[in-house]
């Protein structure tokens, strides 16, 4: 039961099947209709128990301690205690609060929780880009009191109000791009510090994340997987251990145990908050110090994301594109290398476009909510490079539309 | 962003909603079955809404629950299912809801041992869940 970062006046209700990661449509579809009709009928035939009965039948589990003491398999916490690494940890009063106490006393951490408080108003709050309270753990707005108090710590964390996202706080950089972050956590992870995975272990990632991580995964020789939006294509390869890590540029990512094996199928904010201190304490260099590394080597990336106007019909056709349809054979000054409508590494339709060049990307897809696409857009021509591509973005697709 | 916004800035009282009022809405206000804006939208992160726009109410609930009910009989799904809340007021009012219909449909039901919150990647961890090895299915569903 959670609606994730949003407003505390929301809700939110979540099924996971047995493979523990997100529902698939084929699962959701059904569900909802389900659920549609018998509201129509007026729940009749809803078979209910009192809720004190309810609350005696049901069995006990103990989440916290065996995630906690799973923890070490995942990540070096040894290595983080013998560093001495200063880690502050801020909760955003959400689901995460008691477990980052018993991370710090269970694994001997240097650890304070920023904000212990629980509260459903969540009036300690700072105000997000829109004036609302959101828990989102990658507002620069939402996190302003973790990121004032940047200098308290070698590394400060921020989770969302279910902990699955992370966001990362360094003295020197503030809070970090989550672009930023999937790179050198994907450096890091792939570049020899996880000796026990398999050795063709991919990097997953999804086709609207920073094309840095391709940039990082052919320096370093690994295989990289480009899949559409959202979790849920992860699943498989994190199951069968074929996928070393998988992550999205909206701040939510998990990778595999020491040894290769499971650790989760969704995403998991405490394990990347727990690899950001990971990285100081073997390299002495915060993520955000090693991402200016990366720049160095590969290019300095602008990423930028517009929306643009579009009816039912054309979002529906938008999402029932093929490469056929997109007659245009440059796009802001460098050839199109790429026409995608669906992901290269799992065939997956996107719902949507890809186009890239050389140094350029741009995505679009439609909302499922507004009257809107998305245009997700990235080069390495400086950073007024991703609006020129936005703009031809638009023509390209308009013709693509007819 | 405006020059005077006070994005970045505490959160002030006018800012906090009325969590009693919130509460009793959830219990109180009735889906109208033709608004499309407060049908059940069940995609790949859930069913969201809030109770004060009758998106997110008990009625929801009660009836995705059973309808998650049918669709593990109907995969096959015998296992337990592990259920969680985090610290938003509505959730625990629907996970009460939840737990009345599942108990009520004969669903084996994990909670927290210590009725706490619990985070999502808690919920989403297949291979260090309990398994019962007559189970035809990996017993891990879970919220």
Request: net charge negative; glycine share 10%; proline share 7%.
């Amino acid at each position: 039961m959670t609606p994730s970062h949003n407003p505390p006046a929301d809700g939110g209700f979540k099924y996971n099947p047995p493979h523990g990661g997100p529902a698939d449509s084929d699962a959701t579809t059904v569900i909802a209709a389900r659920a549609n009709e018998l509201i129509r009928g007026n729940i009749e035939g809803v078979r209910r128990i009192a809720f004190a009965k309810a609350r005696t039948a049901v069995g006990a589990y103990d989440f916290l301690g065996s995630y906690v003491d799973d923890l070490p398999s995942v990540v070096d916490l040894a290595l983080i205690r013998d560093a001495g690494v200063k880690i502050g940890a801020d909760p955003l009063g959400g689901a995460s609060v008691a477990y980052w106490g018993e991370i710090a006393e269970r694994h001997g951490l240097d650890l304070t929780v920023v904000n212990p408080l629980v509260d459903p108003t969540f009036r300690f709050m700072t105000l997000d880009w829109d004036e609302k309270i959101r828990m989102d753990c990658s507002s620069p707005s939402a996190m302003a009191s973790l990121i004032a108090r940047k200098d308290d710590y070698d590394i400060a964390t921020g989770n969302d109000a279910d902990a699955d996202r992370h966001g990362i706080v360094t003295p020197d950089g503030g809070l970090m791009n989550p672009n930023h972050f999937l790179s050198v956590a994907i450096a890091h992870l792939f570049g020899g510090n996880r000796p026990g995975w398999p050795a063709g272990a991919r990097i997953g990632k999804t086709l609207v994340s920073s094309s840095m991580i391709d940039r990082v995964a052919a320096s370093l020789d690994k295989p990289m997987v480009e899949v559409p939006v959202g979790f849920k294509w992860f699943v498989p390869g994190l199951i069968d251990g074929s996928f070393g890590f998988g992550g999205e540029e909206s701040a939510g990512a998990s990778f595999l145990r020491m040894d290769g094996s499971t650790r989760t199928t969704d995403k998991d904010g405490l394990i990347l908050c727990l690899l950001a201190s990971e990285i100081p304490a073997k390299t002495g260099s915060s993520p955000s110090a090693l991402y200016a590394g990366l720049v160095a080597e590969h290019g300095d990336p602008a990423y930028a994301r517009v929306d643009a106007p579009a009816t039912r019909e054309q979002k529906a056709k938008l999402a029932a594109l093929s490469p056929d349809d997109v007659t245009a054979t440059t796009l802001a000054g460098e050839q199109i290398t790429g026409r995608l409508t669906e992901a290269p590494g799992n065939g997956a339709k996107i719902g949507g476009l890809k186009v890239t060049t050389e140094s350029a990307w741009f995505a679009a897809r439609p909302s499922g909510t507004e009257d809107v696409y998305k245009i997700y857009a990235e080069s390495f021509r400086g950073p007024d490079h991703p609006a020129r591509v936005q703009a031809e973005a638009r023509e390209v697709v308009s013709a693509a539309l007819g | 962003m405006a020059p005077d916004s006070r994005a970045g800035t505490p959160a002030q009282p006018s800012d906090t909603v009325d969590v009693a009022h919130l509460v009793t809405a959830y219990f109180d206000l009735e889906p109208d079955p033709d608004n499309v804006d407060q049908q059940v939208a069940f995609g790949t992160s859930g069913h969201r809404g809030s109770s004060l726009s009758t998106s997110f109410n008990e009625v929801h609930i009660a009836a995705t629950t059973r309808a998650i009910c049918d669709y593990r009989k109907e995969q096959g799904y015998d296992g337990p299912l592990f259920i969680g809340r985090d610290t938003h007021a509505l959730s625990e009012p629907a996970r009460a809801t939840a737990l009345e219909v599942l108990v009520a449909n004969d669903v084996t039901v994990l909670v927290d041992d210590r009725d706490g919150f619990t985070p999502t990647p808690r919920c989403r961890t297949p291979s260090s869940a309990p398994t019962r090895a007559s189970s035809p299915v990996s017993p891990t569903a879970s919220w």
